[in-house]
């Protein structure tokens, strides 16, 4: 008993099982059972859940090098099955900083109190001072410990990960529940969490790994579809048979992608059974959907088609929003008579659940209908009137006050764009494109806002230019949204975003970080496209300032700021579109008023950037514009007979020949041929700064070489700011 190699071969027994704990690895599986969990969340929170999981047995070096992750999500489940985890994490070699060595050692090299009492609190005594490793830490020598850390255990550390992913969850709305204690602790504990959970599963190959979170126990327990599900309770034998198991045994398919992917499967397959007819695609429907059921079932029902005199977009809104149904669109992509309905259940009778789906859906259809007829009854024109009710903001007054600086603005906007006529259709427009807020379907659906009014402009005999301009005011409504289809719609759509952004930045209502409640960001890139994308020939400053003046004294101007704004979406819109930093700084320093011309500009940057001329002119023009800085009041003139020097005679020549030829050029539009038509000045401009002093001590020798500076530096950046291109 206990000879000497009896330590040693005790130690070593140790270390060889803690090593054959860690090369084993199982695959693991964890799930919280739950009630129904929120739809429109449920896909960040089971990819949440399962990530957090992830990423913190990684971090404890549970997990191997090619570990990976599968993400479960259903309406009353969040999972995670994560391959190669190990029953124990390999031990950690850590080396910590203890003290500078004047402070742990005195000066016969013994361990200070202070050193010492460092020592206890890692778990080590006076016996490892010797072993200490000495080494420079900035200016001064410190001592530091190396030590062995062991390895987190499975359970240990996936308590820890469990608790951090129910932590970390983005649950929209927490909710607060009791729960029964055990036993021999009487009373109720509160528990928050998004629903309340029913049970926790833990496996580790087949193995429960014994945790404990929001008052529940691990085991190998969970339950199926609520009516369907073949046993009850659902037992998983192993972590690798979970999602099988789930689908045999409970009817459910835990997986969010597989729901999805049957869902619209059997979308497509039922719309092909009705022949010329295909579901509407909405990937946010179909998300929400797949969150709703365990085990998928479409099934085609019908409306009577009366119905259909109503705007689709009310019945497809109805039907999509309240009931999460799919609509039924003809090749032409008008709305038919039949939608198909995602069942959560499949009895071999499914009359009955068809039939109380057509139920349940005419009433909405019944409550569209109604409206539509009801709003009908009143023109457009008679609702004008009641905007002066509803207020818009407190510093800003009503709607109708609004509209009133819309149409000011429009009808500038179309009087610029196309005369008389434009203006007075513009003003129409402006006047009207507010007024469908105040009918009755439009306040059960505001979504519908400018749709409805296109419908009942029509219906009261409006021009359809007028029409359509008050439904596409709204546009573009977001990222890659379609624009005004008309003149008339360009102008109201123009004037109701610059009377946004020019009345909230009057008043100080900016946006702030991802803060935006009046969407001034979506505003001001609405704008830069409607001018970009359809070339208007109008100037950014004068809109603003015009716009301004439809304010009166309600506002502070604000328009430096606003234009500042609009240019860095400007500027962030055109990167995103693959031009580099350098080529839009180059274009947008110089504040392009049409904005229609910036892509033909920033073709004759880069085009420019090309040449074998464009560094050292890009250098020049750089350092051109430092000289003029100090000399901000001279001005562009030159007199020949104060020309002495052969290299500023020589460029001002050069100028002569090149300048007139790239302002024709400029003037026509073709900005690339005059940039490159300004290449020819390399030799010159580099021959003057080799041979002349610019800064003579002659005033009126440096003047002139200045304002010779100042012509060249005018005509180089017309199309763009070369400066920007240097390096």
Request: proline share 5%.
């Amino acid at each position: 008993m206990g000879g000497p190699n009896a330590g040693r071969h005790a130690r070593f027994d140790e270390e060889s099982r803690v090593s054959e704990m860690t090369m084993t690895t199982q695959n693991l599986l964890l799930e919280l059972f739950v009630e129904e969990l929120p739809p429109k969340a449920l896909k960040k929170l089971g990819d949440a859940f399962a990530d957090v999981l992830h990423q913190q047995l990684q971090s404890l070096g549970l997990t191997s090098a090619g570990s990976t992750l599968t993400a479960y999500a259903s309406p009353r489940r969040l999972a995670a099955h994560i391959t190669g985890v190990a029953a124990v994490a390999p031990d950690k070699a850590v080396s910590q900083k203890l003290m500078p060595v004047s402070v742990g050692l005195d000066a016969s090299g013994q361990a200070t109190p202070a050193l010492l009492k460092r020592l206890a609190a890692l778990g080590a005594d006076a016996s490892v001072v010797p072993q200490l490793k000495r080494a420079m830490d900035g200016k001064a020598e410190a001592l530091f410990y190396d030590s062995l850390v062991k390895g987190a255990t499975l359970a240990d550390g996936l308590q820890k990960a469990l608790l951090e992913a129910i932590d970390k969850l983005p649950i929209p709305k927490v909710m607060s529940y009791q729960l029964a204690r055990d036993c021999e602790f009487p009373g109720w504990s509160s528990v928050s969490f998004v629903r309340p959970a029913h049970s926790l599963v833990a496996l580790h190959g087949d193995q429960v790994v014994a945790l404990q979170a929001l008052g529940l126990k691990s085991g190998h327990s969970t339950q199926g579809h609520r009516f369907e599900a073949a046993v009850s309770p659902v037992v998983i034998a192993h972590a690798d048979a979970y999602a099988a198991t789930l689908r045999q045994e409970g009817a459910v398919i835990a997986s969010f992608a597989e729901r999805k992917a049957e869902i619209a499967r059997q979308l497509a397959a039922a719309a092909a059974g009705i022949g010329g007819v295909q579901p509407i695609e909405d990937d946010a429907l179909l998300d929400e959907v797949t969150a709703l059921v365990e085990r998928p079932n479409v099934l085609v029902c019908a409306f009577e088609k009366e119905f259909l005199e109503v705007p689709q977009e009310c019945l497809i809104l109805t039907m999509k929003a309240n009931q999460k149904y799919f609509p039924l669109l003809d090749a032409a992509g008008k709305l038919t008579h039949q939608f198909l309905v995602v069942s959560n259940i499949s009895p071999a009778d499914a009359s009955a659940v068809v039939g109380g789906n057509e139920r349940v859906v005419r009433p909405r259809l019944a409550d569209a209908k109604f409206f539509f007829d009801q709003d009908r009854k009143k023109t457009l024109a008679s609702r004008v009137a009641g905007l002066d009710k509803v207020v818009y903001h407190n510093k800003l007054g009503s709607q109708g006050e609004r509209v009133a600086r819309v149409r000011a603005i429009a009808k500038a906007i179309g009087q610029q764009l196309g005369g008389d006529a434009l203006a007075a259709q513009a003003d129409q427009a402006a006047l009207l494109a507010k007024t469908d807020l105040v009918t009755d379907m439009v306040g059960e659906f505001p979504e519908l806002q400018g749709i409805m009014g296109r419908y009942y402009a029509r219906n009261d005999g409006l021009a359809p230019e007028v029409a359509d301009a008050i439904e596409d005011h709204y546009k573009p409504r977001f990222a890659g949204d379609e624009l005004p289809r008309s003149p008339v719609g360009l102008a109201v759509a123009l004037a109701d975003k610059l009377e946004t952004l020019v009345g909230m930045f009057g008043i100080g209502n900016l946006p702030t970080g991802d803060k935006d409640p009046f969407a001034l960001r979506r505003h001001a890139l609405g704008v830069v496209r409607m001018l970009a994308d359809k070339a208007l020939p109008l100037n950014v400053d004068a809109l603003v300032r015009d716009a301004g003046l439809a304010f009166g004294d309600k506002i502070e101007d604000a328009s430096a700021a606003l234009l500042d704004f609009i240019y860095d979406r400007l500027a962030g819109s055109l990167r995103e579109q693959g031009y580099s930093v350098q080529e839009v700084d180059a274009v947008l320093s110089q504040r392009p008023q049409r904005l229609g011309d910036i892509p033909r500009r920033l073709a004759a940057v880069r085009a420019f950037a090309a040449l074998p001329e464009a560094t050292a002119l890009a250098a020049a023009n750089k350092r051109i514009g430092n000289i003029l800085k100090k000399a901000p009041e001279v001005d562009a003139h030159v007199s020949v007979v104060l020309l002495k020097e052969p290299a500023e005679i020589a460029l001002h020549q050069a100028m002569g020949f090149v300048l007139p030829d790239a302002q024709t050029q400029f003037e026509a539009g073709d900005y690339t041929a005059s940039l490159q038509t300004l290449a020819a000045l390399r030799a010159p401009v580099d021959a003057f700064f080799d041979g002349v002093m610019v800064n003579a001590e002659e005033i009126d020798l440096r003047l002139n070489r200045q304002g010779l500076l100042k012509c060249l530096h005018l005509a180089m950046n017309r199309v763009a700011d070369l400066s920007k291109l240097a390096a």
